[in-house]
């Protein structure tokens, strides 16, 4: 993988004995994230014991400074230094902490993340993002800083509560919609394999979510143009996800905010209406599992939030929207009485 900062291998491993050969890299030293060790401990990571580890309870409160700091003060106490090596294993939230971690200790460490999520795996592993939250600011703090290696190994995806698989979906479901049509429509005939977590089709879907994510990366690593499209779905997406109180997991955010941002250029007249739909019946009614509370999808609130986002730059709200040929436009003149009137129409479609 070619990056401005570093080029990164990324590797899909067809069993597990990588781990060991990660374990036993010279001061090498693991953060895993809690729920993750408590399902592979004694099998799948057994060889951790190889190496130090340090288990870290993650959520999305936890995505912040405090984390950092608590792994700061973990390793600054070890004997290696910029020599040091940190293993992630874990979703995408381990992946912001630790890569942020990385990237800041000592001016930069060695660092190399095992996705063990479908967002993770499919989406946040490449790009080369940090993002930490920040006084109720989504993703305020970050830097650019790939991983050395990323070492992708489906069979965690057994063991994914739905929640989270589902949240992984959002963020396939968007990037295959990018892709075009073509994508759009096998991933409309492959969704019930997906779901039901066959392995052929998991992993087809994960390598093509990724070919899509650096096709929009090319030439544009550090999100100053075309790659900004990537955040289809993610300004109501990220809103929800606020104003629920992180109820809402982020791919199932994005979901919502898919249909949202769907339903605005549908009025704008930059998406026909027979389109909207069948995006609707094909791939995001079956991809929303995440039902918000009605406070969570009050206007004001929703409004509120999304005057966050660090990409705004006008007074109006940016929107990036879908268009009938599969290409994507960013506006910035999203007014508050769209905002209202989409969200009623939202509740409608989804029977709310």
Known sequence: MNSNIHNYDVVVQASSAFIGDLARIPWSCFVVDGNVWDLYATTLLKDLQLAETIILPVNEDRKDLESVKELYDQLVTRSAKRNLTLVSVGGGILQDITGFTASTLYRGIHWIFVPTTLLAQADSCIGSKTSLNYRGYKNLIGTFYPPEQVHIYPPFL?????????????????LHLMGGQILYRQLSQNLSAIVSRQPDALLRTIQSSLKV????????????????????GHDFGHALEFTSNFAVPHGQGVIFGM???????????FLDADLEKDIIRNLLI????????????????????????????????????????????????????????VLDECKQVLGW
């Open 158 to 174: 057994n063991t994914l509560a739905d929640p989270d698989f589902f949240s992984g979906l959002g963020e396939v479901i968007k």
């Open 213 to 232: 994510k650096l096709d929009y990366m090319a030439g544009d690593e550090f999100d100053t143009g075309r790659r900004n499209m990537l955040n289809f």
């Open 259 to 269: 249909l949202a941002a769907n339903l605005v250029a549908m009025h704008r007249g």
């Open 286 to 341: 079956p991809g929303l599992k995440a039902r918000p509370s009605p406070a969570a999808l009050d206007p004001e609130m929703i409004i509120s939030a999304m005057k966050k986002d660090k990409k705004r730059t006008g007074d109006l709200l940016a929107l990036i929207m879908m268009q009938n040929d599969f290409n994507f436009i960013r506006v910035e003149d999203l007014s508050p009485e769209e905002v209202s009137m």
